[in-house]
């Protein structure tokens, strides 16, 4: 439909030609998708920071697949997880993420619900928010189909496994969660968002915690799964 309008959270841009982009977003109407957005100069290139919320006015190229983004606006105050290091990297996370486990073109207003609420909570949290990454990666793996089955018991099935994805008695390993990791996990899909961030846990537990997820999503989608931004997260929020 020509001159059509969407709602996008910018996830990242690969560059084509001197001045154009291939924005790669997740779309409230499409789901992740790529559009083309012709000479970007710097007015617009300072929205483009992971997890923006950007409306835009686009129509469809002839003889192509990709919308041709014609106007590019800020559809939300953002600004701190552009201007701020500890929450750029954090959002620069949830976008590597969410771009890595969604499928192309399907649509799914829960996920861009969390897509769009997510950011906003970190970019009005002045502290106290070391844990929302943490959160976001389980919402985003039981909105994927990968809920936990049942609770955990700290006597019979103190530890995720993550090949069954339920609690168990069997000992840590690659594929079952340490004791830590598993509570993590319990507490995150049992308790609302402000008591979950009030959890103390440390830059260790956290890193643990996230390659465990990681592993557990790339067991679910049967492929494997890099998530690059990791490690600079595990620099910042030691």
């Not at 083309?36 to 129509?59: C, D, I, Q, W």
């Not at 955990?152 to 339920?166: H, K, L, T, V, Y």
Request: charged letters at 20%.
């Amino acid at each position: 439909m020509e001159n059509d309008t969407d709602n996008i959270i910018f996830l990242r841009a690969i560059r084509h030609a001197e001045n154009n982009l291939v924005l790669q977003c997740y779309s409230e109407k499409t789901g992740r998708s790529a559009f083309y957005l012709r000479n970007a100069g710097k007015s617009v290139r300072h929205l483009l920071f992971p997890m923006n919320l950007l409306e835009v006015t686009f129509s469809k190229r002839r003889q192509s697949s990709m919308p041709l983004i014609r106007g590019i606006s800020a559809a939300a105050n953002l600004w701190p997880l552009r201007n701020e290091i500890p929450k750029y990297t954090m959002a620069q996370y949830m976008a590597e993420i969410l771009y890595k486990t969604t499928g192309e073109n399907v649509p799914d207003g829960e996920i861009f619900r969390l897509g769009t609420e997510f950011p906003a909570m970190l970019a009005g949290i002045e502290t106290g928010y070391s844990n929302l990454h943490l959160l976001f990666t389980v919402r985003l793996a039981c909105l994927l189909g990968y809920m936990p089955v049942g609770n955990m018991d700290q006597e019979s099935r103190p530890r995720f496994n993550i090949a069954g994805a339920e609690y168990c008695n069997m000992p840590p390993g690659n594929e079952v969660m340490d004791d830590r990791s598993s509570m993590i996990l319990h507490c995150a899909t049992n308790m609302d968002t402000g008591s979950f961030l009030a959890i103390p846990a440390s830059g260790s537990e956290r890193r643990t915690f996230l390659n465990y997820m990681i592993r557990y999503l790339a067991y679910g989608m049967a492929c494997k799964l890099e998530i690059k931004s990791l490690e600079i997260l595990g620099e910042i929020f030691r």
